[in-house]
């Protein structure tokens, strides 16, 4: 029997405001870009703000991002996507970004960005914040400051994976 591509790889999604403020849009870059030179592929809504600006910072570092697109056209991709799957979803196609991830990784605070947080902590996905609303603790995200502390956290969840 062949090998599946990508089972030993690890997928986080990266998710954030389509309209991030230039701090959160500089964060998200530096995690792509930490992200791909893990090794590890980035997951993401496909479009533009936070999803975008890690797709560059993934891409960047020659990482591999898969696009997840609410819509049914590729072309709805941003440049830095490598992989663009059209969903015809709509915000449903939140879940499946969830769902793609072994962590998820927020950005920000948006609704749609509260709805991934929320899907992801009742499937049972980590979650690592940074910023973002304070939710209750018990499952909640990983609250951190910086990118950095971001991918600290993201490399003790996975742990030896």
């Known amino acids: 029997m062949g090998r599946v591509a990508g089972r030993d790889r690890v997928y986080v999604a990266v998710v954030g405001p389509s309209a991030p403020t230039t701090a959160q849009e500089r964060d998200a870059e530096e995690v792509g870009a930490a992200l791909a030179r893990r090794g590890h592929v980035v997951v993401c809504g496909g479009r533009g703000g936070v999803m975008e600006a890690v797709a560059r910072g993934a891409a960047g570092a020659g990482g591999e991002v898969v696009g997840l697109l ?19 979803l709509g915000d449903v196609r939140n879940a499946l970004v969830v769902r793609a991830a072994d962590v998820v990784v927020a950005v920000g605070t948006s609704w749609g960005t509260l709805n991934e947080v929320a899907l992801a902590v009742s499937v049972g996905t980590p979650v690592v914040a940074i910023g973002g609303w304070p939710l209750p603790d018990a499952g909640g995200p990983r609250y951190v400051r910086t990118p950095a502390e971001a991918i600290t956290a993201v490399d003790a969840l996975l742990g030896d994976r």
């Open 70 to 88: 609410p819509g049914t056209d590729r072309a709805e991709a941003n440049p830095y996507v490598t992989v663009a799957l059209p969903t015809g």
